[in-house]
């Protein structure tokens, strides 16, 4: 009763669409809402928009919740005051291939380190922090999370850490040319999100480059090469991905 479940069907089939209803028959405050388009910015805005909690909890489809996941959540808020914006560990879990093995070790590594990054899922934030702050914005397509937390940050606000038990597993997807592929739009998103924090003057044109070309804090001395060159391949990838960011014009 303390919470609503607001399930967003990104752009799903009919059929998925059909057994997610089914799944969701009996389960107090649940709501399935389905939408033309897959796009996770719209998707968020769309459950946001629909929500009435005084706190949203983003989670991704993918994300695999342990039992008591509510109810932490729930004791966590009760001992805290004032309005927040907190990330939760996640765990990615590989799949059997050796691509989604290194995959995995990355992201991991890449959450344990970059720990006040505005990263989702199992990201929690207070509505009236959201609606100050505003949407995610539908025109960048990736990193609208990190995109968001840079204005949360421009406005003042700072991004914290919930209770470690508080986590969530994340399977990894079984695709690795949509992994690569989104690499590529990490780096436009990158590129958008730096260039605005140019123009809005929050950095020199020497500080400005080097946030689009940031030196890797993946890989450690004793790593094995294969890990090694599988940072550099995300590096070099996403790297064109911002050189391509740089080049197009966005509406924002």
Not at 2 to 17: D, H, K, P, R, W
Not at 124 to 148: H, P, R
Request: hydrophobic share 40%.
């Amino acid at each position: 009763d303390s919470l609503e479940l607001i399930v967003i069907a990104n752009g799903a089939t009919n059929a998925f669409i059909a057994s997610l209803k089914k799944a969701g028959e009996n389960i107090n405050n649940c709501r399935i809402i389905s939408t033309l388009k897959a796009d996770i910015a719209t998707a968020r805005n769309l459950g946001i928009k629909l929500s009435v909690g005084k706190y949203i909890l983003l989670i991704d489809s993918d994300c695999i919740l342990t039992s008591n996941y509510f109810e932490l959540i729930i004791d966590h808020l009760k001992r805290t005051a004032g309005e927040v914006i907190e990330r939760g560990i996640v765990n990615f879990i590989p799949r059997q291939s050796f691509f989604s093995k290194l995959n995995s070790k990355m992201r991991n590594r890449s959450y344990a380190r970059h720990k006040y990054a505005c990263y989702a899922p199992n990201l929690l934030i207070s509505a009236s922090i959201f609606n100050k702050v505003g949407n995610f914005l539908n025109s960048i397509g990736y990193c609208v999370d990190t995109e968001w937390g840079r204005r949360a940050e421009l406005k003042g606000y700072s991004i914290g850490q919930m209770p470690d038990s508080i986590l969530v597993k994340h399977v990894d997807d079984y695709r690795p040319w949509k992994t690569i592929v989104t690499w590529f739009k990490y780096g436009i998103g990158r590129a958008f999100r730096e260039k605005r924090s140019y123009l809005l003057g929050k950095y020199t044109r020497v500080e400005f480059l080097k946030s689009l070309f940031p030196i890797s804090g993946l890989v450690d001395s004793d790593d094995p090469l294969n890990y090694t060159i599988f940072i550099a391949l995300h590096y070099l990838i996403r790297t064109f991905g911002v050189l391509y960011g740089m080049l197009i014009k966005r509406r924002n």
